[in-house]
């Protein structure tokens, strides 16, 4: 049975996917546990800085991979992931896995055994030596099956008429804008 969520709150700002994800992991704000956003400006330097990114670690299931240089370095403060490997003296298992690195990482913590997210270019997940020296077997032999390029072979189809979904704006409004040299309008994160 699905319970639609209604009169929520946000209390804190901005409201972008990083934040949230710090905020509900860790109990704190942007201004303590250092995620003000999916990325930044260092005030010092002028360099933007990714949520995630992390130079010192490289990526792990395609060694080009732009986005696998990632980690929870940024994140300056313990999750609640954290906090249950400590309690339990590391003996606990905690693994974040999502289509998106920070998803992933930011919810597991510093201490997690392992962080997987997808790499757009392969579709196959990846992680960092953050967490380990190579992907485990289980990974590879998920990522030789090609579920991903397999999913999207199928196309996208909602699990019930369309029709019936009525929790949520229609597709393609006004306020959605399209990406460079696109037609289709796209809901845009500012």
């Not at 019930?160 to 009525?166: L, M, R, V």
């Amino acid at each position: 049975m699905v319970f639609p969520v209604e009169n929520t709150m946000i209390n804190h700002l901005p409201s972008f996917t990083a934040v949230g994800h710090a905020t509900i992991y860790t109990g704190s704000v942007p201004a303590i546990d250092g995620i003000a956003g999916n990325d930044w400006t260092e005030q010092l330097t002028g360099k933007v800085t990714y949520c995630t990114s992390d130079s010192t670690v490289q990526p792990l299931g395609n060694p080009n991979a732009m986005d696998g240089h990632m980690s929870p370095r940024n994140l300056l403060v313990s999750t609640i992931t954290d906090e249950l490997r400590l309690a339990t003296n590391f003996q606990s298992k905690v693994v974040g896995v999502s289509l998106k690195d920070q998803a992933s990482i930011l919810p597991a913590g510093h201490t997690a055994n392992a962080a997987f997210w997808l790499d757009d270019e392969t579709g196959h997940f990846i992680t960092s030596t953050y967490y380990m020296k190579q992907l485990p077997d289980w990974v590879v032999k998920f990522n030789d099956k090609n579920r991903i390029a397999q999913l999207i072979e199928k196309g996208w189809n909602t699990l019930y008429p369309i029709d019936t979904y009525k929790e949520s704006d229609p597709d393609n409004v006004a306020y959605e804008g399209a990406y460079p040299g696109e037609k289709i309008l796209h809901f845009l994160m500012i």
